[in-house]
């Protein structure tokens, strides 16, 4: 036997998002669970399309496009969503610009007569004139050192450096100074430019090359070299 189950034919009170609750134009019962039931399902709906969505916001930024003729399927990247390759980073190094520029300069007769005195490798000499001054005889730091090789006005006097803004007397009194670096720190090169750079008394205090004076050590050896293979070449 078939149970058939009517629904009176009433107006229902709705509870809305006010709170309130007001009598309706549904007319059965059977309406509001079918209108329950449209809401749920709508909702469902909603959060798998916003899922689907994202993931293809997420996963695929790639757009699909099919011509409709040819029946070709073609793929168009966003290339500003493409991450940047990464670069790998290199130690500075000297342009061939600055090498040519020290293999050949108006004050070649003054470092080799320097280096010749004082028993200094030629492209030392160059290199710290590149690094000090790019061998600018008017060159003035902000700490006062003067000249091609940045002479302290006291330190050029200590050398028998009368004009300092002299690029004779001034690469000979740098020469000098590098040259007794040398000698007072048994000939180890980058403790002796330590102490050109930022005086002996530094150097001794840190038991070796501050921290401030690795750069500059750097710098000057890579015109060194790069001074070297100038000339070779």
Known sequence: MLNVVT??????????????KRHTTITKFND????EENTINESKNDEKNN???NNTSNEDKDIIY?????????????VADEKTPKVKKTSPSVSTTSASSMKKTKYDAYFKAAAKKYNVPESLLKAIAKAE???NPNDVSSAGAIGIMQLMPSTAAGLGVKNPYDPEQNIMGGAKCISLKLKEFNGD???ALAAYNAGS????????IPSYCKSYINKVLSYKKAYETAKAV
Do not use: H, M, Q, W
């Open 133 to 135: 001054s790019n061998f």
């Open 189 to 191: 090169v980058r403790l």
């Open 66 to 78: 099919t011509n409709p003729k040819t029946g070709d399927v073609y793929k168009y990247v966003d």
């Open 201 to 208: 008394g530094a150097v001794r205090r840190n038991g070796g």
């Open 32 to 35: 509001v669970l079918e209108e």
């Open 7 to 20: 629904y009176p034919n009433i107006k229902p009170l709705r509870t809305f998002s006010d709170g309130s």
């Open 51 to 53: 899922n689907k969505v």
